[in-house]
């Protein structure tokens, strides 16, 4: 046995059995997704065969599925303190603290960021909601002895919204994997100091199974919206429905109601992946659509990927 074992090591240690180790690449594609019924009420009951997946309106073979209930939260919240928010600080803290209170568990955890010409980490992961108040509370008194996000950059104006988005993402997204993943941003979706844009900023959330939840401030001149307003709604929007979130519209909306919304859609959701029938790696942006057969059935999920 002792011949039979030098044997053997004498051969693997022969360079025609030394091999590299095997690498595969897989090119899945995941999509999280919620679905409510004509009454607006989740639905929790789907199985794969009650649903299709479409890339490019191409039918795709679902490889796997599942349904995820009570799911921990990672959650990136969002604030914007430019100049065109100074009118809202002390909603921005009331709405915070009526989310915390009503959504955020001991399971959960989250960040919090602050911006207007400068995207400062005002609290790291936490799930103590009182952390992340007074965290915003000493930013609110003037304090910026905070870290930044991203790299030093030189701002002339003082609205650096897709910066924020962007860099919540990059920094302290990618890479977790506790349970379900969101940022929420409370905005009027106004940029003017970015060294990112708006299709930067939704590819990177795409990217990482991000969505989005806009939560929007608008200040309005004489009770009329202004271009800028109109330009930030539609941003604010777009961001939100590419990336499967939702935006919500503070002024008209009791924060009771779009939290208790929120909290419901990231803790039920499904999750479907597929291998994508074309597999060119073109930069290219592919187009995903999720139907349940059922008809009356309303999904929220990310419009698609750019294929790398």
């Not at 803290?93 to 995207?119: S, T």
């Amino acid at each position: 046995m002792r011949a039979a074992a030098m044997m053997l090591i004498g051969l693997l240690a022969n360079p025609i059995f030394a091999q590299e180790p095997l690498r595969v690449k897989v090119n899945l594609v995941s999509v999280t997704f919620s679905v409510r019924d004509a009454h607006g009420a989740l639905v929790e009951n789907l199985t794969k065969e009650d649903v299709d997946i479409f890339e490019d309106a191409a039918p795709q073979k679902i490889a796997f599925f599942s349904r995820s209930i009570d799911l921990p939260l990672t959650l990136g919240l969002i604030v914007d303190s430019s100049g065109s928010q100074d009118h809202f600080s002390k909603q921005h803290q009331h709405d915070l603290e009526v989310f915390l209170k009503e959504v955020l568990g001991p399971q959960d955890r989250a960040f919090l960021v602050c911006f207007g010409n400068h995207v400062r980490l005002v609290s790291d992961f936490t799930n103590d909601p009182s952390q992340l108040v007074a965290g915003l509370k000493t930013f609110a008194r003037g304090s910026r002895d905070f870290p930044e996000l991203g790299p030093k950059e030189e701002r002339e104006l003082g609205t650096a919204f897709y910066d924020a988005i962007y860099y919540s993402v990059i920094e302290k997204m990618a890479g977790t994997e506790n349970g379900r993943r969101a940022l929420l941003v409370f905005s009027d979706g106004e940029d003017n100091s970015s060294a990112h844009d708006m299709m930067n900023t939704i590819e990177t959330a795409q990217s990482e199974n991000v969505p989005v939840f806009a939560i929007r401030y608008t200040e309005k001149e004489h009770g009329k919206l202004t271009s800028r307003n109109k330009y930030g709604i539609s941003v604010m929007g777009r961001i939100a429905k590419e990336t499967g979130g939702a935006e919500f519209d503070a002024e008209v909306m009791d924060p009771h109601n779009y939290f208790r919304l929120i909290g419901e859609e990231l803790r039920s959701s499904y999750e479907l992946g597929y291998y994508p029938s074309n597999p060119a790696e073109d930069n290219g942006f592919r187009k995903i659509a999720v139907r349940p057969r059922q008809e009356g059935l309303s999904v929220r999920a990310k419009t698609g990927y750019f294929s790398r």
